[in-house]
């Protein structure tokens, strides 16, 4: 596709359930990121891809946190036995891999845990 | 470390003023640097990006940036601010870490512009 596309755009659940996120990056990027916003705060990283190498998981947030990724397609990030805490927006950036250029993000899932 | 640190969490100027938004960055190598805008309700969008070339960089929307390696800054500016300008902005810089990349953020500085 022409953007990164991002699944569902809202997702509201109940706390203690599991939910998962999708996103479908642009064809070719191999590098892909997974972001959280939560409200009046700054961007949290939770994860990274690159192409086939072991991602760096160094920002997730707690063992309820997972994200997949084969080669260079779609990413689901799932969240085990959600928390009120877990709502956010969650954002997903993917790139060429190479630092001298910009990523381009989805426009988010807004996650709602009641 | 790498770091990047956006000196004001929040600005506010006058429609038809100039609008200085401030970042320092921290980094062992050469880095590539962006900011990123975010609108309400709406995703994240690039607005320049450094890469090494020249150190004036133009964007969208009559915003630039300056990258000044003696200060380790890449400001970001525009001459004259718009309503539509109200919005988040994000320094981050590109490091590398072994052979991976990653991006790190500033925290947000929100622009609010009066009438």
């Known amino acids: 596709g022409a953007g990164v596309s991002q699944s569902p755009s809202n997702k509201v659940t109940e706390k203690g359930k599991d939910v998962e996120l999708r996103c479908d990056p642009i064809?070719?990027?191999?590098?892909l990121y997974w972001y959280r916003q939560r409200l009046g705060q700054g961007l949290e990283f939770l994860i990274y891809?690159?192409?086939?190498?072991?991602?760096?998981k160094s920002g997730l947030p707690s063992d309820r946190f997972s994200a997949e990724r084969t080669g260079e397609s779609v990413s689901t990030l799932t969240i085990q036995r959600t928390q009120q805490e877990d709502s956010a927006v969650y954002l997903c950036?993917?790139?060429?891999?190479?630092?001298?250029?910009?990523?381009?993000f989805g426009s988010g899932t807004r996650l709602t845990v009641v | 470390a790498q770091s990047v640190t956006q000196l004001d969490s929040h600005v506010s100027v006058s429609e038809g003023t100039p609008v200085l938004l401030r970042c320092n960055y921290s980094?062992?190598?050469?880095?590539?640097l962006f900011w990123y805008v975010q609108h309400p309700n709406k995703g994240l969008q690039l607005l320049l990006k450094?890469?090494?070339?020249a150190t004036l960089v133009k964007g969208i929307n009559g915003f630039e940036a300056e990258f000044k390696k003696s200060e380790t800054s890449f400001h970001l500016t525009k001459p004259s601010a718009h309503m539509s300008d109200a919005a988040e902005y994000f320094c981050?810089?590109?490091?590398?870490?072994?052979?991976?990349?990653?991006?790190?953020w500033g925290l947000g500085t929100s622009l609010a512009v009066n009438p």
């Open positions: 950036a993917t790139g060429p891999g190479r630092s001298s250029y910009g990523y381009t």
């Open positions: 450094y890469t090494s070339a």
């Open positions: 064809s070719g990027h191999t590098a």
């Open positions: 891809f690159q192409g086939n190498s072991a991602p760096d």
């Open positions: 981050v810089v590109t490091v590398n870490a072994g052979n991976n990349r990653k991006l790190i």
């Open positions: 980094s062992s190598y050469s880095p590539s």
